[in-house]
């Protein structure tokens, strides 16, 4: 290594960050304080990070901020709207209606409707939501923990109406074009794993065998729309759109196996299905597919709100010690096309709906915007302070006296290695977006250096970082509170390390195939 | 202190959120500007913020 004391303080910002929040157990808005405060201090003392650098940092550090904030702002007033009308509930009480079979139940509401969940809200809402539902067929608090965390992992990327796809493309200024179909790819291919791995958390090998065929069917439907949709350019509802078809193929094939009592079938639900509420619960998500098409396959239309533009010039700067960050626009932003504008035109229909069929109490509205600005306020934090560490380690030097160093140490292995830096980044940040926007630009580098696939590396971050995020401490405190476990968050997190390793393993060896092939 | 931070704890979040987004869009006017104090002031600003965050649980 050329400067071994240079690629240890660049690696301090990040180290910190890990150590806070692992092993102190601080939340991310205050370890993403304290890795800003670093990063700020070792660019400007080590890395020769002057005013004007660190003046046009921050501003572009503002830009990439403003465009995941976006997402992440809309995706949970989209939530809030579904979730203050009960159709949340209403979709989830449906689902044990479907079938009487333990191992289906596990399938259709830990992976499919976990899956859904994730593709229109996000921020551990699949655990959230389902632990209770599974604690009350009659599965273990442990097992309705594990059931869900594992379930929607693969979903992580595109889903939040891909936010953490919007923070790789911003941290690494590529296009979509380039990364959606290798990440989408992995993910789906780790779908199909998923399944199995849940059926084996619910009951086992038996489970696994008796129930290959709907595994595969579910897998490979719900991982083929979300590589399609991904493809044609639809990623921020991908994650829904794989979730949706899994919900469409999963109803009738639950209905086939509604009689297959096993020896710990659950007992059948005591309410009757309504129907029309369950149509209205879903017709707020149609909207969102639909203004979405109309959208991206309308070109007036799509010119027409992409008029109004924010784009910033930004000259080239330098550090003291010669490291130069070339003089380029900023990340534009489509105020009106955006994917964030986007889900709240969605917002609005779905409130419109369900106002119309009279499902919201008296002070709704007031009730969906307070809970949305409390929910938010967190995240925005931590994700504007970690965003501004990132990029001043990016124009300083720092990420790329990283990159250097860790393409020297790892070499050939560095396909290998990809994946469980996007994981590591997951469980220390508590999210895969935030990973995104902590190593994308690493990883990009890293794979310049050794010659690699920028594409395939990238996939491999963000798809490790998808799978591993289940582990977050955040997700796993949230998902045993839910569930009756709370205090008892050590034994969820024991019984989803080897699940979790497995996936990232899967996505090691797919990260090392496709450079192979590539 | 500390007290008023855990029963303002939303108040104090977006008070942490305005100090480290509001200055970095006025930072780039500043460095058009060449204003050099002026930066170094709204970067304390956003330094500020993020050490008002450590404070917060």
Known sequence: ?518 | MMDWLKKHSFEAQALVFFLITLPAAALYVAARSGAEPVIWLLISMIAFGNILVLFLK
Do not use: C
């Open chain 1, 1 to 518: 290594m050329a400067n071994p004391l240079a690629f240890w303080l660049a690696l301090l910002p990040i180290a910190l960050i890990l150590i806070l929040m692992v092993g102190l157990r601080w939340g991310a808005a205050r370890a993403g304080g304290a890795g800003y405060l670093s990063a700020l201090l070792i660019g400007m003392i080590s890395f020769g990070a002057g005013p004007q650098l660190l003046a046009y940092t921050h501003a572009r550090a503002l830009l990439l901020s403003i465009d995941v904030l976006l997402i992440i702002w809309a995706a949970f007033l989209l939530y809030r709207v579904a979730d203050e009308a009960g159709a949340i509930r209403t979709i989830g009480e449906a689902l044990p209606h479907l079938t009487a079979d333990r191992g289906m139940q596990a399938l259709v509401i830990g992976w499919v409707f976990a899956s859904f969940l994730q593709g229109v809200g996000g921020f551990g809402v699949p655990v959230a939501v389902i632990s209770p539902i599974l604690v009350g067929l009659g599965f273990t608090p442990l097992s309705a923990v594990i059931i869900p965390s594992i379930g929607h992992g693969w979903a992580v990327t595109f889903g939040s109406l891909g936010s953490s796809f919007q923070a790789l493309l911003a941290a690494t200024g590529l296009p979509s074009e380039l990364l959606a179909g290798p990440s989408a790819l992995f993910l789906g291919i780790s779908g199909l794993l998923v399944g199995f791995l849940v059926l084996h958390a619910a009951q086992g090998w038996s489970a696994m065998r008796r129930l290959f065929i709907p595994v595969l069917l579910l897998g490979s439907g719900m991982g083929l729309a979300q590589y399609l949709g991904a493809k044609a350019g639809l990623w921020n509802i991908a994650g829904f759109l794989g979730g949706l078809a899994g919900l469409l193929i999963a109803i009738p094939l639950a209905y086939r196996n509604r009689n297959n009592h096993t020896e710990l079938a659950s007992p059948a639900p005591t309410q009757r299905l309504e129907r029309r509420k369950l149509v209205i619960a879903l017709s707020g998500y149609a909207g969102l597919i639909l203004i979405t098409l109309a959208i991206q396959l309308i070109p007036s239309l799509n010119d027409w709100l992409g008029q109004v533009r924010i784009q910033v010039q930004f000259p080239a700067v330098s550090t003291s010690l010669g490291f130069t960050t070339p003089a380029g626009a900023g990340r534009a932003i489509s105020i009106f096309r955006h994917a964030g504008a986007i889900l709240l035109y969605a917002s609005l229909l779905a409130y419109g709906i369900y106002h119309r069929a009279g499902l919201y109490p008296t002070n709704a509205p007031h009730r969906i915007l307070q809970g949305t600005l409390r929910r938010v306020l967190s995240p925005s934090v931590s994700i504007a302070s970690m965003v501004s560490m990132a990029v001043i380690m990016e124009n300083s030097g720092m990420t790329d006296t990283l990159a250097r160093g860790l393409a020297e140490s790892t070499g050939a292995l560095f396909p290998l290695v990809a994946p469980w830096i996007g994981a590591l980044g997951a469980f220390m940040t508590g999210s895969n977006t935030n990973s995104n926007v902590v190593f994308g630009a690493l990883q990009l580098r890293t794979a310049e250096l050794t010659g690699y696939s920028a594409a395939i590396i990238l996939a491999a971050q963000t798809a490790g970082a998808a799978l591993a995020s289940v582990m977050a401490p955040t997700k796993v405190i949230v998902g045993a509170s839910t569930a009756g476990m709370a205090g008892k968050e050590g034994d969820v997190l024991r019984k989803l390390i080897p699940y979790t390793g497995l996936l990232v393993l899967l996505i090691s060896a797919l990260t090392a195939l496709g450079i192979w092939l590539s």
